[in-house]
T-cell receptor
Framework: KAGVTQTPRYLIKTRGQQVTLSCSPI?????VSWYQQTPGQGLQFLFE???????NKGNFPGRFSGRQFSNSRSEMNVSTLELGDSALYLC??????????????FGPGTRLTVL | GQQLNQSPQSMFIQEGEDVSMNCTSS?????WLWYKQDPGEGPVLLIA?????ELTSNGRLTAQFGITRKDSFLNISASIPSDVGIYFC?????????????FGTGTLLAVQP
């Protein structure tokens, strides 16, 4: 079974630009969560999507948004980029339900650098 | 709010030594997860624990779900160089239909051959 894939792996943008990151979950997984990882703040939850609906959102400004498509693929968008948005953005997918829904499987991440 | 305190922050050991790390919280959780992250990659799930007191092994790794449900421990026996990385504990936020994970601050493990 293929794992979680994220594209692109690396991205360099300048302040004020916007960016869209993509995530394809493990086949059969309907939940996709996004996390931001920085040296200072560690791994922080951004939002989670399930069946095309946002189920939960972390404490990030409205510049961070996301969506999920009918095939469970997800995108996140960051508008008006700031230097502090430089981070590794991780996507995780989890199974259809029950105990295994707690087991989240991560993709390799997208390394975003804002100049 | 709920947070996970992980210790130690870093460990520098010799190959062959055993390693122990732990994660504590003031909140109770129903699930504990342990991940390992290599540089530039996403975290990889090592062990999942679902029951207080549960002891689960995965090769040379053994993890325990604390009886109080407020802590968890990870042990690595006979460490090898490829064990190098950052180890994170994580737990799902209680309440609601959500898959939000809270992560510990991580333990950096360095193994000298």
């Amino acid at each position: 079974k293929a794992g979680v894939t994220q594209t692109p792996r690396y991205l360099i943008k300048t302040r004020g630009q916007q960016v869209t990151l993509s995530c394809s979950p493990i086949s059969g997984h309907r939940s996709v969560s996004w996390y931001q990882q920085t040296p200072g703040q560690g791994l922080q939850f951004l939002f989670e999507y399930f069946s095309e609906t946002q189920r939960n959102k972390g404490n990030f400004p409205g510049r961070f948004s996301g969506r999920q498509f009918s095939n469970s693929r997800s995108e996140m968008n960051v508008s008006t980029l700031e230097l502090g948005d430089s981070a590794l953005y991780l996507c995780a997918s989890s199974g259809p339900g029950g105990l295994d829904s707690d087991e989240q499987f991560f993709g390799p991440g997208t390394r975003l650098t804002v100049l | 709010g709920q947070q996970l305190n992980q210790s130690p922050q870093s460990m520098f050991i010799q190959e062959g030594e055993d390693v122990s790390m732990n994660c504590t919280s003031s909140s109770i959780f129903n699930t504990w997860l342990w991940y390992k992250q290599d540089p530039g990659e996403g975290p990889v799930l090592l062990i999942a624990l679902y029951k207080a007191g549960e002891l689960t092994s995965n090769g040379r790794l053994t993890a325990q779900f604390g009886i109080t449900r407020k802590d968890s421990f990870l042990n690595i026996s006979a460490s090898i160089p490829s064990d190098v990385g950052i180890y994170f504990c994580a737990a799902p936020l209680l309440g609601g239909a959500t898959n939000k994970l809270i992560f510990g601050t991580g333990t950096l493990l360095a193994v000298q051959p």
